[in-house]
């Protein structure tokens, strides 16, 4: 049999999340509503970034255009999206965005149930060379839509109701978890429509790849200089582990996806907290890591279930494949 020459029967990412939220008849498409907005947003994203080589064209950031206005940066830009998206969909009451120093209280008449804690525009020191790059976001409910405060977002990750990101690479993928598995999408630019590519996501057991700033090393704990180590000269008889990182989240965490392995964003003397961001970093890549069958450990404890104090707070973190994950969790018991 030939391959089928060209398919018919397209699963759309709006198609599939229908199709899940037939298991919640409760939810009443109000989730649909809120992705298809977040789906616009990566697609403005996309769009952008895929022209961004051609600024020196169409003017730079800080330059004024021909109307005379002012051109903004592509971060600036995809928040500024992303907030509108969200807030006009009807379907949010706070907001959190890397770009923001406060939350965004949404005002009454649009005012829903879910709140989004997301990273527009992920892994800027890729920008200006053409590096992959990525949005990244969680989504969580609230309880009582009159009474909306900060709590309803500093809450552990596991009460997240969905999760996912956006990799602008060498092709647009949006990986997305409603915590029944997680399903990577493909957008094809033909249709402007994200199309189911990758089905049910199971990251490998165990990887072959271990992704880190060794640039810190002088900074590190034990446990972490350790684990690197091994990576590097293993002393069970098994072959050293390949080093790859992009210093793009999105990016160094979706290879480990695909292709197992570990990233890690670890403490060091200089951060006793690392660098990545809690809310719109940890959380939503430690829910896609479990939802694949991996695991996400800061150090001290399950990603996950960290609780923030701050809505811009940072923690440590180690995910990815099980068993490598296994491996630093005993490094850091067995140091205590
Ligand atoms: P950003 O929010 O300024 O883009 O920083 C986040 C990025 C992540 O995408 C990436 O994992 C990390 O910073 C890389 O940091 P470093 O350059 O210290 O290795
Ligand atoms: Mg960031």
């Known amino acids: 049999h030939a391959a089928e020459a060209q ?17 919640h008849p409760e939810s009443r498409g109000d989730f649909t509503i809120l992705l298809s907005h977040i789906v616009l947003g990566c697609k403005f994203v996309a ?35 992303f907030v509108k998206a969200l ?29 989004v ?36 977002v500093l809450q552990p990750g596991t009460n997240m109701l969905a999760a996912g990101y956006c990799m602008y690479g060498s092709s647009c993928t949006l990986v997305l978890s409603t915590g029944n598995g997680v399903n990577g999408f493909t957008l094809d630019p033909s249709l402007g429509e ?25 900074n590190w704990d034990a446990p972490t200089a350790k684990f690197v180590e091994k990576c590097k000269f293993p002393q069970d008889g098994s072959s050293p582990k390949s080093l790859r990182y992009i210093g793009s989240m999105v990016a160094d965490v979706h290879r480990t996806l695909l292709y197992g392995g570990i990233f890690l964003y670890p403490a060091d003397k200089k951060s006793p907290n690392g660098k990545l961001r809690v809310l719109y970093e940890v959380f939503p890549m430690s829910f ?27 923690s440590p973190i180690f995910l990815g494949s099980f068993d490598d994950v296994e491996e630093i969790k005993s490094l850091y018991a067995s140091q205590s």
Do not use: W
């Open 7 to 23: 398919r018919t029967d397209l699963m759309t990412i709006t198609r599939h999340v229908l199709n899940e939220q037939g298991r």
């Open 47 to 81: 769009s952008a970034v895929n022209k961004a080589g051609l600024a020196k064209l169409i003017g730079l950031a800080g330059e004024t255009n021909v109307q005379g206005e002012e051109q903004k940066k592509l971060d600036v830009l995809s928040n500024e999206v």
């Open 87 to 115: 807030v006009s969909s009807g379907r949010t009451c706070v907001l959190v965005s890397e770009e923001n120093e406060e939350a965004i209280f949404v005002d009454t008449p649009l005012r829903g149930k879910y709140c």
């Open 117 to 152: 804690c997301f990273d527009p525009l992920d892994g800027s020191s890729n920008i200006d060379c053409g590096v992959s790059i990525g949005t990244i976001f969680g989504i969580y409910m609230i309880k009582d839509k009159d009474n909306v405060t900060l709590d309803d």
């Open 194 to 218: 994200f199309i189911l590519t990758h089905p049910n996501i199971k990251i490998p057991k165990k990887g072959k790849i271990y992704s880190v700033n060794e640039g810190n090393a002088k």
């Open 288 to 314: 896609l890591m479990e939802q694949a069958g991996g695991q996400a450990f800061t150090g001290k404890q399950r990603a996950l279930e960290l609780v923030p104090s701050k809505i811009h707070d940072r």
